[in-house]
C-alpha cells in the first residue's frame, strides 16, 4: 500500500497514552461502583485501582518527569510534551483519587459494616475496651518492631522507602515552649499485619494503633502533631547494556537503587498539621501537584488484606475451578494426544497442569533430548521452573532465556536463573537492548518414525498463579513447519544464527511490524476492490502511531473494524471522517483480559493468528515477540465463538465514545457476560467427555455414542 495519508497524523486524531491508561482505571473503578458486583468484589476492584496507580507513578510519570526535567520538548502522538502530560495526568489523577475515596468513605465502609466487619474511623473513636486492648497490642506486638527516627544536627532525615508507610512527628522537649518544635517519624512496619481487630470485630489500621501510643516511643517528648505519609519514588531503571560486563550484577545493583529513586508523589492524611507538610515537601521536593490529600487510610491496597481475611460465599463472585481440557481427558501419554492434533488451551476457563504436565513429562521421558524454553514472568513457587531443574538432572539438553530485565520481576528471576545454572541448564540472561517477551516451549522428541518437534506457544506468561487470573490461549502442536521455525527461534536466541527464511511464525522486532501492517493493508485492498474485508483484534493495549494510520486508512476503505482493547488506545473511534468503521471496546471482568488474538477477513477465507504482542511501539521494535497462526479448522470456529460472544458482551463490556471517553452499552435483552459464559462453557465440555467415558450413561441413552465419541474427542 502506497504512503499513508499525513492527515491520519495529525494530533488530534490520537490519544494520549497515559490519560488513555488513566480511563482504563476509572472503568475498573466503574466496577468497584456497580451495585450489581457482589460487595467484597466491588472492593477488590477499589484496590485494583489503587495497585494500578501506584505502578503508573512508579514507571510512567516517573519516565515523564525525568524527560521533564532535562528540558525533553519532544511531542507525543496527541501533541504533547511531557510537561503538559504531567500537568493533566495530575488534574486527572486528582479527580480519580477523590472518587476512590467517595467510594471508600460512602460505600465501601458501609458494606463492611453490613458484612460484621466495621472499621473504626480513627483511633480516638474507639470504645474504653477497645483502647485497652488496642494499647496491650502496641506494647506486646508493635513496638518491639518499631524504630523511632528524630531529625537534628546529628541525623540527618532519614532515607524512606519507596511505598512505606510512615508517621511525620512534630514534638517538642517537656518543659520547654522556646525551643523550635523537633521533627520525627516512625515507619509502620509492613512485618505486621495492617488490618488489627478489636474486641468485637470492629478493625482498625495499625497506623492507628502506633499513632494513639506515639508518645511511648519519644518519653521526654510532647507530641504537637502526628500524621501519617506516603511516597512513591521513580522505579524506571535504565541500564546501559553495552557498557555492562555482567549483566546480572547490573540488575541487582539497580535494584537496590530503586528503593531511594526521586520522589515522584505524596500521600498525606488531609488533616495533617501544615508545619508537619513544610518539613515533608521541603526535605522531599515536591510540589503542590505531587501532594495528594487523603480523606481516609493511605493505600488502599489494604483492601486486599480484608478481601482474604473476611470474605464469605455470599459477598464474593462464584467459586471457579480452572476445568481439564478435554482432548486432553484419557489416559494417553501427553505427547500421543498432540500428535492427533493441535490443541488450544483457554486459560483460566481451562487448566494451566497441561503446560506444567507437558513440560514435567518432558523431563522425565526417555525419550526426550532436549527443552527450550522462554520465561518472562514465573510464579514464587513455579513447577516449571523445578521440572527444568529436574529435566537437566536426568541429562536432558535444556536452555531457558529468563529475562531479568522483566519489570518488578527483576529479583524473582534472578534467583530463579541462578537455581537453573547450579541445577546444569543453560540459562541466557536476556539479549542487549531487548526484552524477550514471547512466550514459546520447545521439546525435541525421539518418536517411533524418527526425531519429532513439539511446540508450546502462547499469549500470556509461564506463570501458574496469574494463569487463574488472566485471560490467555495456549496452542499445543507438533507441526512441522512450527517445530522448524521454533529451533530457530532459539538457535537466533542462543546464538547469532537467523535462518534464510520462516514458516510461519512472525518475529518482533525483526518482520511482525511488516506483517500486522501487510495484514490490515491487505484487508484495505479488498474493501476497495469490493471483495469481503474485516478486522478483529483483541490486546491489551494499542498506541503505536503506524499502526493507527494504517486502521484509520482501512476504515476510510471501508473496512469494518472491530478492537478489544483492554487498557491503553491511542486511536480515537466513531470520530465522523476519520473512523466510523471503527469501534473499540474494553471488557472489565472478573479476569484480566490479557490474550492476544487478532482476526483478517482476507476476502471471505479468514486467517487467525495469536501472539505475545499488543500493538505498542515497544513491543514491536524493542523485545522479541512472537505471532503464531491458528490452522486447524476446528480451533478457529472455537476461536470465532469466543470473540463474537465477547463482542456480545453486554454487562461488563466498555464502548469508546469520539471524545476518548468511554461508557457502558445500553442492555438489551438477557444479561450477557461473556466471562460467565466461558466457565459455564468450560465446565458442559468437559462433563461432557466425562459423560462419554460413563459406561453406564452411554450405554443407556445412546449405545454407540461412547466409541464414536472418542474418536472424535478432538472435535468437543
Wanted: aromatic share 8%.
Amino acid at each position: 500500500m502506497g504512503k499513508i495519508k499525513s492527515r491520519y497524523r495529525d494530533p488530534e486524531n490520537y490519544y494520549n497514552r497515559e490519560l488513555s491508561w488513566l480511563l482504563f482505571d476509572c472503568r475498573i473503578l466503574g466496577e468497584a461502583e456497580d451495585v450489581t458486583n457482589r460487595p467484597f468484589e466491588r472492593m477488590k476492584f477499589l484496590s485494583i485501582t489503587a495497585s494500578n496507580l501506584d505502578e503508573f507513578f512508579m514507571v510512567r510519570v516517573a519516565s515523564l518527569k525525568a524527560l521533564d526535567h532535562v528540558g525533553d520538548v519532544s511531542r507525543d502522538a496527541a501533541g504533547m510534551t511531557p510537561k503538559e502530560q504531567l500537568s493533566a495526568i495530575s488534574g486527572k489523577t486528582h479527580e480519580i483519587v477523590e472518587e476512590q475515596y467517595r467510594l471508600y468513605n460512602e460505600e465501601i465502609r458501609p458494606i463492611l459494616a453490613e458484612a460484621g466487619v466495621p472499621v473504626v474511623g480513627g483511633h480516638e473513636k474507639m470504645t474504653e475496651e477497645e483502647r485497652e486492648y488496642a494499647d496491650r497490642f502496641f506494647a506486646r506486638e508493635v513496638y518491639p518492631v518499631l524504630t523511632p527516627m528524630a531529625v537534628d544536627s546529628g541525623r540527618p532525615f532519614p532515607l524512606i522507602r519507596n511505598r512505606s508507610l510512615n508517621l511525620a512527628i512534630l514534638m517538642r522537649k517537656k518543659g520547654e515552649t522556646a525551643d523550635l518544635p523537633v521533627f520525627a517519624m516512625v515507619r509502620v512496619p509492613d512485618v505486621l499485619s495492617r488490618a488489627v481487630e478489636l474486641p468485637g470485630g470492629r478493625i482498625i489500621y495499625l497506623e492507628e494503633i502506633i499513632e494513639r501510643n506515639i508518645g511511648k516511643l519519644f518519653l521526654n517528648y510532647d507530641i504537637i502533631a502526628c500524621s501519617p505519609f506516603r511516597i512513591m519514588r521513580s522505579a524506571d531503571m535504565s541500564i546501559e547494556e553495552d557498557d555492562t560486563g555482567d549483566l546480572l550484577q547490573e540488575i541487582e545493583q539497580k535494584l537496590r537503587e530503586r528503593q531511594w529513586g526521586d520522589v515522584i508523589r505524596l500521600d498525606i492524611d488531609d488533616h495533617m498539621d501544615f508545619r508537619l507538610l513544610e518539613v515533608l515537601r521541603v526535605k522531599l521536593s515536591v510540589g503542590d501537584e505531587e501532594i495528594y490529600r487523603i480523606p481516609g487510610p493511605l493505600d488502599l491496597t489494604v483492601l486486599e488484606e480484608l478481601y482474604g481475611r473476611y470474605g464469605r460465599p455470599e459477598l464474593m463472585r462464584d467459586p471457579f475451578t480452572p476445568q481439564p481440557v478435554p482432548e486432553l481427558m484419557n489416559d494417553e501419554d501427553i505427547f500421543a494426544n498432540i500428535r492427533k492434533g493441535d490443541i488450544l488451551l483457554s486459560h483460566p476457563y481451562e487448566s494451566f497442569d497441561p503446560v506444567i504436565r507437558f513440560i514435567r513429562r518432558a523431563a522425565k521421558d526417555p525419550d526426550v533430548l532436549a527443552i527450550k524454553q522462554t520465561l518472562y514472568r514465573v510464579s514464587g513457587r513455579s513447577p516449571i521452573i523445578a521440572a527444568l531443574a529436574e529435566a537437566a538432572d536426568n541429562g536432558k539438553q535444556v536452555s531457558v532465556l529468563l529475562e531479568l530485565k522483566a519489570r518488578f520481576d527483576e529479583e524473582n528471576n534472578i534467583a530463579w536463573a541462578k537455581m537453573l545454572e547450579k541445577a546444569g541448564c543453560h540459562v541466557i540472561y536476556g539479549l542487549v537492548g531487548l526484552k524477550t517477551h514471547g512466550k514459546i516451549t520447545l521439546v525435541v522428541r525421539r518418536d517411533e518414525d524418527g526425531i519429532r518437534r513439539y511446540v508450546h506457544l502462547g499469549t500470556g506468561n509461564y506463570n501458574d498463579s496469574t494463569a487463574k487470573l488472566y485471560t490467555d490461549f495456549g496452542l499445543l502442536t507438533c507441526d512441522p513447519e512450527i517445530g522448524e521455525d521454533a529451533s530457530a527461534f532459539f538457535n537466533m536466541l542462543s546464538g547469532y544464527s537467523e535462518p534464510l527464511f520462516w514458516n510461519c511464525l512472525s518475529i518482533a522486532p525483526l518482520w511482525l511490524r511488516k506483517r500486522f501492517l501487510f495484514l490490515i493493508d491487505r484487508e484495505t485492498k479488498n474493501a476497495a476492490g469490493g471483495r469481503t474485508s474485516g478486522i478483529i483484534a483483541k490486546m491489551n493495549s494499542l498506541c503505536d502511531r503506524e499502526i493507527i494510520e494504517h486502521l484509520y486508512a482501512a476504515g476510510a476503505a471501508g473496512v469494518p473494524i472491530t478492537l478489544i482493547v483492554r487498557g491503553i488506545c491511542s486511536l480515537r473511534a466513531g470520530v465522523p471522517g476519520l473512523s466510523e468503521n471503527i469501534t473499540v471496546i474494553s471488557i472489565v471482568g472478573d479476569y484480566l483480559e490479557h490474550a492476544r488474538v487478532f482476526r483478517f477477513e482476507n476476502a471471505g477465507d479468514p486467517q487467525y493468528y495469536m501472539a505475545s504482542s499488543d500493538w505498542m511501539p515497544r513491543n514491536l521494535d524493542r523485545r522479541v515477540e512472537i505471532m503464531f497462526p491458528i490452522r486447524s479448522p476446528e480451533l478457529r470456529a472455537r476461536v470465532q465463538h469466543m470473540l463474537e460472544v465477547q463482542l456480545s458482551d453486554n454487562t461488563k463490556l466498555y464502548e469508546m465514545r469520539p471524545d476518548g471517553s468511554y461508557g457502558k452499552r445500553k442492555r438489551s435483552g438477557k444479561r450477557i457476560v461473556a466471562q460467565e459464559i466461558f466457565r459455564k462453557e468450560a465446565v458442559r465440555n468437559a462433563k461432557a467427555v466425562r459423560d462419554l467415558d460413563d459406561p453406564v450413561k452411554t450405554r443407556t441413552f445412546v449405545p454407540r455414542q461412547a466409541s464414536q465419541g472418542n474418536r472424535d474427542r478432538k472435535k468437543t
